[in-house]
């Protein structure tokens, strides 16, 4: 019995003794003076155990069954719903076995059946947390993870993901390599389902950023850096017009790393039960199942309704524009080479100023390739190689083969007829031993 409920038995034993009223009683009590002659009507019958609850002792009448419990657990042992968590586990026996229990529950049973095991809560270093952006399309955080993503049943795969920072929508896709050209398929589908944002929010890697080459040893503190000519990517981005910002840490653009945290853990486990296999079939899970999850459970509403994002323009061709881009100069017959190959120009798209020129080839993602001179595209024509023409020469036998050149110096020298070697001594003005 607790300190509370011994209070409310002396008021009331004292109101039964009528050395209070049953209206000072309810006052004491806070409850009203019917209730009182209640409770005092039950002291008679019950005794002291009156301001105890009739249930105490007793299980809840909306107690889950054992049964119940014990069949969750079954499922849970599995080894697909292995290192599942309480809250995702609840939702699974929810969503695949009919089972609706709260998640604290679940966790209740985890732990009891050491199926679970809660962390030990750890102060993280605090950190000045960056505002989102008032408006989706304003700032999109793009980059990529690398992790084994089918746990071992399929070949190797990558993510790439772009979030909008203003409301957290995902726009992700399984590829095969981080490449350019994977990263240009994404961006073209981001951008004709959603139009141009504003800025793209990446790392600094390689993809986004031409690196600067120093010497092993050397430095460049101190040094200007003279500017250097953009990736494939920040080119395009460039002819799109949008900006490109490089985050100096991981913890800068953290809503991307954080989105791919909750990517490894609840997506891989979705995939495992869902038997996926082949790149095929996560990237049909991702769109069907994940990204529609993600984007209605936690993404956000934006501060501003208004949409950054830009339509396409008339001279945003995207074919072009996300393409491998280099100049090539036109020789004298209005050929260039690219790839070991040589394009010829057609004769009708021979101009002024064409011969000596640099032109813009583009190496297009379908395998096609086309030329620009100034604002206008020249009709090419791949030329055949030719083969290399070398001088066969017939092997000679030994028959046929010179014999060596021997040196001559000593033809007409006789040992014979050669002088002394004392001789040879005096004749060259050298001193007698006895002299020395």
Request: with cysteine; proline share 4%; hydrophobic share 35%.
């Amino acid at each position: 019995m607790t300190q509370a409920e011994r209070d409310r038995l002396v008021a009331l034993k004292k109101a039964k003794k009528k050395l209070i009223t049953q209206k000072q009683a309810a006052e004491e009590l806070g409850i009203t003076e019917r209730h009182v002659r209640r409770l005092l009507r039950e002291l008679k019958r019950r005794g002291d155990k009156v301001v105890a609850h009739g249930l105490r002792g007793l299980p809840s009448n909306r107690k889950i069954s054992a049964d119940t419990e014990k069949e969750a657990v079954a499922i849970l042992s599995q080894p697909v719903y292995l290192g599942f968590g309480p809250t995702l586990a609840s939702e699974y026996l929810a969503k695949e076995h009919d089972i609706e229990v709260s998640r604290e529950t679940v966790r209740l049973w985890m732990t009891r059946a050491k199926l679970w095991r809660a962390g030990k809560q750890r102060v993280e270093k605090v950190h000045e947390w960056r505002p989102r952006r008032s408006r989706p399309g304003e700032l999109v955080q793009w980059d990529t993870s690398e992790h084994d993503w089918l746990e071992g049943r399929g070949e190797k795969m990558l993510l790439i993901n772009m979030i909008d920072d203003a409301t957290g929508r995902w726009f992700a896709r399984f590829v095969a390599s981080d490449s350019t050209v994977e990263n240009m398929d994404l961006l073209e589908r981001y951008i004709r389902k959603y139009g141009r944002p504003l800025s793209y929010y990446t790392d600094k890697a390689a993809l986004f950023q031409t690196a600067v080459k120093t010497k092993r040893d050397g430095s460049r503190a101190g040094r200007e850096r003279e500017e250097l000519p953009p990736t494939q990517i920040g080119r395009a981005l460039q002819e799109l017009g949008i900006a490109w910002i490089a985050a100096h840490s991981p913890q800068a653009k953290g809503r991307v790393e954080r989105g791919f945290q909750t990517a490894q853990d609840r997506l891989v486990k979705g995939m495992r039960v869902a038997g996926v296999k082949t790149m095929e079939e996560a990237n049909h899970y991702l769109e069907s199942e994940f990204l529609p999850w993600v984007n209605s459970t936690l993404a956000v509403a934006p501060a501003n309704a208004d949409d950054a994002h830009r339509p396409l323009e008339k001279h945003h061709a995207l074919a072009a524009i996300l393409s491998h881009v280099e100049q090539r100069r036109v020789t004298n017959d209005y050929t260039f080479s690219l790839d070991a190959k040589v394009y010829q120009i057609a004769r009708k798209d021979v101009c002024t100023g064409l011969r000596g020129a640099f032109v813009r080839v583009e190496k297009r993602r379908d395998g096609s390739v086309a030329a620009r001179f100034r604002e206008r595209y020249l009709s090419l024509t791949e030329c055949a190689q030719q083969p290399k023409v070398t001088s066969a020469k017939p092997a000679k036998t030994k028959a046929q083969a010179k014999p060596a050149k021997r040196s001559e110096w000593n033809k007409n020298f006789d040992l014979k007829k050669a002088p002394k070697v004392w001789q040879a001594g005096q004749a060259s003005g050298a001193r007698p031993e006895e002299a020395l």
